[in-house]
């Protein structure tokens, strides 16, 4: 089916271990973004990306990296992981104006 | 900067009656689009409705409807005849239309429905 799969679905991380989430759309979407979703906060960007090979800062970027180095896949890295990272992550992608498609989250700890 | 209120953390609403949820949003920007989203309980983020600031008229889709007031910036949901299976958190969200980054977010609403 097509759309956005996110993986993995849940981690449980110790601090300072790094991790890669990955992000996968099929629907040649040219735009891509990493979110997170914190209780009370709704969810804020921590960067997208408008094309292969580009990338740039969201609103809480600190701590993140990421990677676009195929169209279809969005890479979120953690590299020194911190309590404070614990989250739950989205994923999106976008074609038009107002066709966003999310993913179905990654839950992550951080202890 | 853009900046969505959504004051409500919590509604309860019975069965079969219509419920709004409260969205204001605050921009210096002409053009712009307005979101809903539904998160229910297994953690996915399902598309609801969307309203461009320059549509005439108020956006529907199925039960769900946008009342929105532009001068008075706010972008209220409705909900006909709720259903149990409307017990969610919603979110508002907005985007201007040349910016090719963010939704900004509301801090939700949970809704639940009362058989």
């Known amino acids: 089916n097509a759309g956005v799969t996110q993986t993995p679905k849940f981690r449980v991380l110790k601090t300072g271990q790094s991790m890669t989430l990955l992000c996968a759309q099929d629907m040649n979407h040219e735009y891509m973004y990493w979110y997170r979703q914190d209780p009370g906060m709704g969810l804020r960007l921590i960067h997208y990306s408008v094309g292969e090979g580009t990338t740039a800062k969201g609103e809480v970027p600190d701590g993140y990296n990421v990677s676009r180095l195929k169209k279809q896949n969005f890479l979120l890295g953690l590299e020194s992981a911190a309590p404070s990272q614990t989250s739950v992550y989205f994923c999106a992608s976008r074609l038009d104006s107002y066709g966003y498609t999310f993913g179905s989250g990654t839950r992550l700890t951080v202890v | 900067a853009q900046k969505i209120t959504q004051t409500q953390p919590g509604m309860f609403v019975q069965e079969k009656e219509a419920v709004t949820l409260d969205c204001t949003y605050d921009t210096s920007d002409q053009s712009y689009g307005l979101f809903w989203y539904k998160q229910p309980s297994s953690g996915e983020m399902i598309f609801l409705i969307y309203?461009?600031?320059?549509?005439?008229q108020n956006a529907t889709e199925g039960r769900y409807s946008l009342n929105f007031q532009k001068a008075r910036k706010s972008a209220n949901l409705v909900i006909s005849a709720s259903q149990l299976g409307d017990s969610a958190m919603y979110f508002c969200?907005?985007?201007?239309?040349?910016?090719?980054?963010?939704?900004?977010f509301g801090t939700g609403t949970r809704l639940t429905i009362i058989p």
């Open positions: 309203q461009g600031s320059y549509d005439e």
């Open positions: 969200a907005m985007r201007p239309r040349r910016s090719v980054e963010k939704l900004t």
